[in-house]
């Protein structure tokens, strides 16, 4: 399982960023698929998650009506569009499957937003 992400970087509160998460080695197509975040000083998030279709998708309250997670399953990505980003969104990202008992992590995209 691979996983990599890419997409963070440094901007102004009220921007936005889109995120990209590049899987390969697994059936990405039947694969539910989330994000997570860890911020500094804390522990690691949920920030969305999105069936293997992109029929159902769930957000923390912290980002719901801002966010959009996404999935191209022919292209074996998944997305997270940020919009309105606040200070407290500055954290390291990163997107997340579960393969029979373990969680699979890529190595994370920095996302920083200043005020």
């Known amino acids: 399982v691979q996983l990599v992400e890419s997409g963070g970087g440094l901007v102004q509160a009220g921007a936005s960023l889109r995120l990209s998460c590049a899987a390969s080695?697994?059936?990405?197509?039947?694969?539910?698929m989330s994000w997570y975040r860890q911020g500094p000083g804390n522990q690691r998030e949920l920030v969305a998650t999105v069936s293997n279709n992109g029929g159902t998708t769930y957000y923390a309250d912290s980002v719901k009506g801002r966010c959009t997670i996404s999935r191209d399953n022919a292209k074996s990505m998944m997305y997270l569009q940020m919009n309105s980003l606040k200070p407290e969104d500055t954290a390291v990202y990163y997107c997340?499957?579960?393969?029979?008992?373990?969680?699979?992590w890529g190595q994370g995209t920095q996302v920083t937003v200043s005020s």
């Open positions: 080695g697994f059936t990405f197509s039947i694969s539910p």
């Open positions: 997340s499957v579960r393969r029979g008992f373990r969680d699979y």
